[in-house]
């Protein structure tokens, strides 16, 4: 039904237009807990597997939701309700801002692929702050995504992170220190050793003065997948030195590799089953290189099961999707994790983590 919908109705509908009203929807439905529940007796996986123990929280599966979905904290009972093991809002900056003029998300449906230039729009931390202090119980973990304010210079970039780490820290289970987006003008030169450097090592202190005599928060950091091997490597060397939790791989790409749809000179950010490759080749070299040091998030091109076991075998130990959300519809993480679990059973695998790094 979702996938008729998808080419005779949704497919005609601006992108973005069509985004704010699944939001919309998820968000009434979140506020009622009978919705909640009928979306999550259609649509929550049936796990038959041990669930994955990390950072001292619990994850039901491998497959959550990636930034950019829900950016202003909306939708968390209904996306907790379709399944998602842990789900990450945002990016939130500190200030309130529009992001870019609109048209700026595009369906290129015959890569499966999205291309957007969102620019960060969101509503600010305190509205974030103040939505999560009411927000309903939501028993899975919750990721707040960092950026900062498009007027904010990169000098001064480190005090925007640490002015939303602020104000969101009591909120958040884990924190994502986005760097890697190319849609905030210049944004990607913080992954560069004169930025980062200093950019981490604010952040890792403030995490550790938060917490106190509590348990850290994991901070992670996510990358582009159009990094050369050794801006990766530099990449690598600080997060250990500054303690840093892990690696989300990746972000989108400006690279267009043979695409088909109309939509591929737009400019903005690429994501779907033409990142699937490369984000896999990054997380495998991630693992490879950080002797399991870095906890790795595989996001990239993630629609199917077999999707989902490419990027864990690669050295993910968790993955997110946003893309194959859209384009597969509510039942997504059900039938993803149908198609992994009865790929693990013809595997003789019982437990998710047995996927890591496998040969």
């Not at 900062?148 to 210079?153: D, E, S």
């Not at 005599?213 to 582009?224: Q, R």
């Not at 990746?250 to 903005?268: A, C, F, V």
Request: hydrophobic share 40%.
């Amino acid at each position: 039904m979702y996938d008729s919908l998808y080419k005779h109705l949704f497919s005609r509908i601006d992108a973005e237009q069509i985004h704010q009203l699944s939001v919309n929807l998820l968000a009434g439905a979140g506020q009622f807990a009978p919705a909640c529940s009928i979306l999550s007796n259609t649509f929550s996986p049936k796990t038959s597997c041990p669930p994955i123990k990390l950072w001292g929280k619990t994850f039901a599966h491998p497959l959550g939701l990636a930034g950019g979905f829900d950016k202003d904290a909306r939708c968390l009972p209904a996306l907790q309700s379709l399944g998602f093991s842990f789900i990450e809002v945002g990016t939130v900056t500190p200030q309130p801002q529009p992001g870019n003029p609109m048209p700026r998300l595009f369906r290129l449906t015959e890569d499966q692929a999205l291309i957007n230039r969102m620019g960060f729009p969101s509503a600010g931390a305190a509205v974030l702050a103040e939505r999560l202090k009411s927000q309903p119980h939501v028993d899975v973990p919750l990721f707040i995504s960092l950026g900062k304010n498009k007027a904010t210079t990169l000098t001064d970039a480190v005090q925007d992170y640490i002015a939303v780490l602020n104000s969101l820290y009591p909120y958040g289970d884990a924190f994502v220190v986005n760097i890697s987006s190319p849609n905030t003008p210049d944004l990607r030169k913080l992954q560069t050793r004169e930025y980062l450097s200093d950019l981490l090592g604010q952040l890792a202190q403030t995490m550790k003065s938060f917490a106190g005599n509590a348990s850290l928060k994991p901070l992670l950091v996510k990358i582009a997948p159009d990094l050369e091997w050794s801006e990766i490597d530099d990449i690598l060397e600080l997060s250990l030195q500054f303690g840093i939790a892990g690696i989300i791989a990746t972000n989108t790409t400006l690279q267009r590799p043979q695409l088909k749809s109309t939509h591929q000179t737009e400019t903005g950010g690429l994501s779907g089953q033409p990142l699937r490759q490369r984000s896999t080749e990054i997380i495998r070299y991630i693992h490879e290189h950080t002797e399991k040091k870095l906890t790795i998030i595989g996001v990239g091109g993630i629609f199917t099961g077999d999707d989902v076991w490419e990027k864990l075998s690669a050295g993910a130990t968790l993955v997110q999707a946003y893309t194959g959300f859209i384009y597969k519809g509510p039942a997504f993480v059900k039938q993803a994790l149908a198609q992994l679990e009865a790929r693990m059973k013809q595997s003789g695998i019982s437990h998710y983590e047995d996927i890591i790094g496998i040969k």
